[in-house]
Nanobody, 126 residues
């Protein structure tokens, strides 16, 4: 079992930046891919970014490509989402998620992930 805790959300003006953190505990973190997803009330949770176990492969949703960067520090059991040039449409609850299977491929489907954090709210004002 692994526990994930997100932090770093808040209120920012359009064009601003935030860095979200996803801290893991409960087991060795490094062999598992980790993704970031977001959700607006009344809508389905959507993929944002994912990073492979060793950090060598990343994928991004088209809507955030070029503005967001995902990274990980396995020594700290933490994955980050650096968000720049934020837009009001980025407002959502952001969740991190990890897979149960070691060395699994990094994928973009919400159903592919086994462990989820509680989420952190990001609000971008216009």
């Amino acid at each position: 079992q692994v526990q994930l805790v997100e932090s770093g959300g808040g209120l920012v003006q359009a064009g601003g930046s935030l860095r979200l953190s996803c801290a893991a505990s409960g087991r060795t973190f490094s062999p598992y891919p980790v993704g970031w997803f977001r959700q607006i009330p009344g809508k389905e949770r959507e993929f944002v970014a994912v990073i492979s176990s060793n950090g060598g492969t990343t994928y991004y949703a088209d809507s955030v490509k070029g503005r967001f960067t995902i990274s990980r520090d396995n020594a700290k059991s933490t994955v980050y989402l650096h968000m720049n040039s934020l837009k009001p449409e980025d407002t959502a609850v952001y969740y991190c998620a990890a897979k149960r299977t070691m060395w699994a491929l990094p994928t973009t489907g919400t159903n592919d992930y086994d462990y989820w954090g509680q989420g952190t709210q990001v609000n971008v004002s216009s």
